[in-house]
């Protein structure tokens, strides 16, 4: 890009004044703009350094390096809860920020209309001369005074609310619609003056005007390209240092969006992050040495749009698709060591920000920091042995669950119970009696077999929801809840030892498992008791939760039609048992006024109260394995994928990442294989994996992380199939027709537990 196109604006040399620098782990250099020749723009920000250098005597290092606490902006601190810093504390600020207000200076007078402009495009494109609409572009976008200008509703107007940014969408859409067909030098003038705008001096608090200006400028689709980073990195600094406040203004205007323009949003802030990160040509981009604030900047602003998107009843996109991939590619355990170390100070990590991590990143530090948990107690273990000078023994080094398949329940809560200390060792299973060595397939049956029975609906411990298709805890009151800290101590070594189980829990029950994601030190503090709502009723027993729903929105009258109070039945052992929601509820009649404070009573009743001592005891089993802080990253959707893995298959997928050894994917029995296979209803193709894998679900990573491996076994076809579950291997007879092969497979697999299964 040509320097010509950016002479200098006959301003005083002030308004050239450098952007303070954020506080980060290299702060001090990465405050210095780009000088490589090469790089778009680098050239006119040199020039005004140097004629600022040749006006001044005084030493502009000084404001470029930090070397004064004082006049360093600082990013706003992380949360303590770094689950709650995710939403920005949202929760907590009132519905409108009662700090001052500037004084609004005058906002000239704009009138140009949607359809004009576009009438404007159309003459240009049509005559080729441009004129027009590069005077428009040229005026607009010169100042943040302009900004607002052309594209607030009402000049003088306050807006100054966040419900309405006071921005005219359809016409800041058209104009940001049409800008990457205008001539370059039209693009190139909207990109100068952005920069005039962000190289103001600011004096004092920023107006809602400024506010606007900022909302307006970050939408700007110019941002695609890498030419145009090192004026994006300065956008989204000025943005990230702004005050909480301002930050709470924007991030309701940000929910305002529309779906398309919120994810283009999200998407140009991730590519900015990874190709900084990762440039497709190292001299595109300033050294990451110099910029190193770029990054936490950006990721700073896409925190503003994961609040927003947070807030939002339902949310604008998934959660997923802020997922950054490319940060699956880094050290992500430095990132991760560095967080914990340092934890809220201002050197950055990645983790200071979870919603950015993909699941899969989040397993990885997961298990490597289950693995680190592992190696550091089963070290203790032996240096206890040698120090009271007994002969180290290797199975210290292992979690030794022995056990009858008649007693499965019974001695695994005995082993567990008594093996306590040792919950973090590495598991292994042996089934009494039988002369199978744990290289992982037992561990995976036992898990699976354990976790079939207690879940029966005879066992009594487990609801199982025909409508949600879950199971929910049984609010039944019994002497001894061992049984269900059992089920969390199940789960935890499952997440621990990186086993998928078969758990069909509905959402709200990992919300609760992760309120608090760390256990309290304080015994008396209640735990798993989480905010729940209607919503969360509806996945567990949807048609009471839409019964309270009719409820909410009966237009008659309540009191005199429903005759109801706050006091509610349940049935225990043939006894129904009442329960008032608040104290006194028995006369208290429910009215068109508190029907509201009804339905949230009787929802919190249902899923956090009545079945408050189960949980508790579920809760504790699972953190007696899982305690770690590495569950402060996870959403609680993505606990139950750790859990349960992904319940989707996907047999295609398979069949392109599957190994063999001795077969050739062209071998005519192969080929009848994934004929039959792919042509098995859903329920066989689940078998087929768990006779084959000793798990019925597909971990975090896909089909791609089973490892799947089919081999050639050299026996009469009369044999059926067998498999080796610990390292996910089907041992494959030659078989010589389509149905032979699909008659003994389907006898294999439906016959799996303890047959064929090594």
């Avoid at 050239?16 to 778009?40: C, V, W």
């Avoid at 005007?209 to 390209?225: E, G, H, I, M, W």
């Avoid at 600094?237 to 309701?252: C, N």
Wanted: aromatic share 10%.
């Amino acid at each position: 890009m040509n320097e010509d196109h950016f002479s200098s604006h006959p301003q005083d040399e002030k308004e050239r004044e450098k952007l303070p620098p954020i506080l980060t782990s290299s702060a001090s250099r990465g405050t210095d703009r780009a000088t490589k020749s090469h790089f778009t723009f680098s050239s006119f920000i040199s020039t005004i350094n140097q004629k600022k250098e040749a006006a001044s005597s005084r030493n502009l290092a000084s404001h470029l390096v930090k070397q004064n606490g004082k006049s360093v902006r600082e990013l706003p601190p992380i949360c303590p809860d770094v689950r709650q810093k995710q939403r920005l504390s949202i929760e907590t600020l009132p519905p409108e920020m009662k700090a001052p207000i500037p004084p609004e200076p005058v906002i000239p007078i704009r009138t140009k209309t949607v359809k004009e402009f576009q009438e404007d495009m159309e003459k240009a494109k049509t005559s080729g001369d441009w004129t027009s609409v590069h005077d428009f572009y040229l005026t607009t976008f010169d100042s943040f005074l302009e900004v607002n200008a052309a594209f607030k509703k009402d000049a003088n107007a306050p807006f100054n609310t966040i419900e309405d940014s006071g921005i005219n969408t359809k016409f800041l859409n058209a104009v940001y619609d049409s800008i990457l067909s205008t001539p370059p030098d039209t693009q190139k003038a909207v990109l100068k003056g952005i920069i005039n705008s962000l190289l103001r001096e600011w004096k004092g608090a920023r107006t809602k005007d400024d506010l606007r200006a900022y909302f307006t400028l970050v939408q700007n689709p110019q941002y695609t390209s890498t030419s145009t980073y090192v004026i994006f990195a300065h956008l989204l600094r000025q943005i990230a240092t702004l005050a909480e406040a301002d930050h709470h203004f924007l991030v309701h205007w940000f929910k305002k969006l529309s779906q398309r323009r919120f994810k283009q949003l999200v998407d140009r802030l991730l590519q900015f992050i990874s190709l900084r990160l990762f440039p497709a040509k190292s001299e595109e981009l300033p050294p990451m040495g110099k910029c190193t604030w770029w990054n936490p900047s950006a990721t700073k602003v896409l925190a503003l749009l994961n609040a927003a998107n947070s807030i939002s009843n339902p949310p604008i996109i998934p959660f997923t698709d802020f997922y950054n991939l490319t940060l699956d590619h880094i050290d992500i355990m430095e990132e991760y060591n560095t967080w914990h170390s340092y934890g809220n100070s201002h050197r950055f990590s990645f983790c200071q920000f979870p919603f950015i991590l993909s699941i899969a990143a989040k397993k990885t530090i997961t298990q490597r920091d289950s693995e680190q948990q592992m190696i550091s107690i089963a070290r203790q273990s032996l240096v206890d042995k040698v120090s009271r000078r007994q002969r180290p023994d290797m199975t210290l080094l292992f979690l030794n669950i022995k056990v009858r398949r008649m007693h499965l329940v019974s001695d695994s809560l005995d082993e567990l119970t008594r093996k306590r200390a040792d919950l973090k060792k590495k598991l292994k299973v042996t089934f009494v009696g039988e002369a199978g060595l744990d290289m992982g397939g037992l561990t995976k049956e036992w898990f699976l077999l354990l976790i079939r029975q207690i879940f029966h609906a005879d066992y009594g411990m487990f609801a199982y929801q025909m409508d949600s298709q879950c199971h929910w805890f049984s609010s039944l009151k019994c002497d001894n809840y061992s049984e269900f800290r059992l089920v969390g101590t199940l789960m935890g070594l499952a997440v621990y030892n990186s086993i998928t189980l078969d758990i069909r829990f509905p959402p709200c029950c990992y919300k609760k498992l992760l309120s608090p994601p760390i256990v309290p030190c304080d015994q008396s503090t209640p735990v798993g008791i989480a905010a729940v709502s209607l919503d969360d009723l509806q996945l567990v027993m949807p048609e009471l939760a839409h019964g309270l729903s009719e409820l909410l929105a009966y237009e008659g009258n309540v009191e005199e039609d429903f005759y109801s109070t706050f006091q509610v039945f349940q049935e225990e052992f043939g006894i129904l048992k009442s329960y008032n929601l608040k104290p006194g509820g028995d006369r208290i009649p429910v009215t068109n006024q508190n029907r509201k404070e009804y339905v949230q009573l009787y929802v919190d009743f249902l899923l956090n109260k009545s079945m408050y001592k189960q949980f508790a005891a579920f809760y504790y089993g699972f953190h007696s394995v899982c305690a770690s802080n590495a569950l402060m990253l996870l959403r609680p959707e993505e606990v139950e994928i750790l859990v349960c893995g992904c319940p989707e298959l996907d047999m295609h997928a398979l069949q392109k990442v599957t190994q063999y050894e001795g077969y050739t994917k062209t071998d005519p029995t192969i080929r009848y294989f994934w004929d039959v296979v792919l042509g098995f209803p859903l329920e066989l193709q689940k078998k087929l994996l768990h006779f084959t894998t000793g798990s019925d679900r597909v971990p975090v990573g896909g089909m791609v992380d089973l490892n799947f491996k089919i081999a050639k076994h050299e026996v009469s076809t009369d044999w059926l199939p067998i498999s080796h579950t610990c390292f996910n291997q089907l041992c494959l007879p030659v078989y010589k027709t389509k149905k032979e092969l699909k008659q003994k497979l389907t006898i294999a697999i439906s016959n799996a537990e303890g047959f064929g299964m090594e």
